[in-house]
């Protein structure tokens, strides 16, 4: 979609003027791989209006491949507006135009089933269920397990305003189901499934994924893998800008170390610290610290990686790990 991004707080009755960004869950993901050196492929509907036009080069101006999006000569391009403050207050507010939209016209007769294959991971976004009975049944043909499928990542992204029956999200705990490796943020689970037992019970609920992993906000998140392994992994403490889009820069920093072959708990900081990069700046997308600077500070040790505290500006700031382990050393 294309995001418009409120210039000043306030009610959208009262932001005079907005600034145009690009948004979209898993064109957010793409985009994050491939700026982290990944080879990243997009597959979508836009329309064939300047909305469509816009998407296309910004997404593809981040090094993805956009030759599998299709034009939509009778839907238009979804759009959306929230207000600047957190998606965690009641002052939060979100306006979607996407019924109707090309994106919402996907279904398993208009996506290239091979391209949509072809890579090494295969990353879904439950918002995507949401949009359609079509949508929702592309859904089901790409996380129903068969033989050769690449892995199949699959963020929930509940999001409340997009389901017109609230017991309609729990589709999204079949599609979760499906999938290799799971994404779920724990205030999800229980918004949408009723799982009120932190991360443990969402496990109960969800053993079919080889990989879960329970975001929890600013107290980190677990990982558990098919073998009966827990990995917990604190967040380091940030100064947020906007919370919006930390989700799907989570789950590229996770799947960014996973095609790395880094061992999980790596996995998870490498989430985090991508999650940070975007809570950072007031959009849903920003540059990710550089390979050799995360790669730095994942290595932290437990007690320094506790005391890292990042600001605005922190991906383009070498010395940050290094005054995290001066405040260990200092009594």
């Known amino acids: 979609m294309v995001t ?37 492929r997009w597959i979508s509907r836009v329309g064939a209006d300047g909305f469509g036009d816009h998407l296309l080069a910004a997404i593809a101006d981040c090094g993805v491949d956009v030759s599998h999006v299709r034009r939509d000569p009778r839907r238009p391009t ?21 019924a109707g939209s090309a994106a919402s016209a996907m279904s398993a007769a208009t996506v290239d089933r091979a391209a949509a294959g072809s ?15 079509d949508c929702l049944g592309l859904m089901r043909a790409l996380t129903s ?5 690449p892995l199949v990542s ?28 799971v994404f779920v943020g724990e205030d999800e689970a229980a918004d949408a499934w009723g799982l009120t037992g932190g991360p443990d019970a969402v ?9 879960l992993v329970v975001k929890r906000g600013a107290a980190g ?43 999980v708990p790596a996995r998870l900081r490498y989430g985090h610290l991508w999650a940070a990069a975007v809570l950072t700046v007031p959009g849903d997308l920003a540059e990710p610290p550089a390979r050799g600077h995360a790669d730095r500070l994942a290595a932290l040790g437990d007690t320094a990686w506790g005391t890292l505290h990042l600001g605005p500006g922190w991906t383009n700031d070498s010395r ?7 405040e260990v050393r200092t009594p």
């Not at 890579?119 to 009975?133: D, E, K, Y």
């Not at 699959?154 to 729990?170: I, Q």
């Not at 940050?320 to 001066?326: D, F, K, P, T």
């Open 4 to 40: 418009f991004l409120p210039r000043r707080p306030g009610r959208l009755a009262d932001v005079p003027s907005f600034d145009r960004a690009i948004g979209g869950a898993e064109s957010n993901v793409a985009c994050t791989l491939a700026r982290t050196g990944h080879t990243a």
């Open 78 to 98: 979804g759009i959306y507006f929230r207000t600047a403050g957190d998606r965690a207050t009641d002052a939060h507010e979100v306006a979607y135009y996407r």
């Open 119 to 133: 890579g090494r991971v295969l990353h879904l976004s439950g918002i995507t269920a949401a949009l359609s009975a």
């Open 145 to 149: 397990r068969r033989p050769g499928r």
């Open 154 to 181: 699959f963020d929930v992204n509940h999001r409340p305003g997009l389901w017109r029956d609230p017991a309609d999200a729990r589709v999204l705990l079949d599609l979760a189901r499906g999938a290799d490796l």
């Open 203 to 211: 496990r109960a609920a969800l053993p079919e994924p080889a990989t």
């Open 221 to 263: 998140a677990v990982a558990y893998d098919r073998h009966g392994g827990r990995h917990a992994e604190p967040a380091p403490r940030v100064d947020v800008v906007a919370a919006v889009g930390a989700g799907d820069a989570f789950a590229a920093g996770y799947l960014s170390a996973a095609l790395r072959d880094l061992p």
């Open 320 to 326: 940050v790990g290094e005054r995290a382990v001066e």
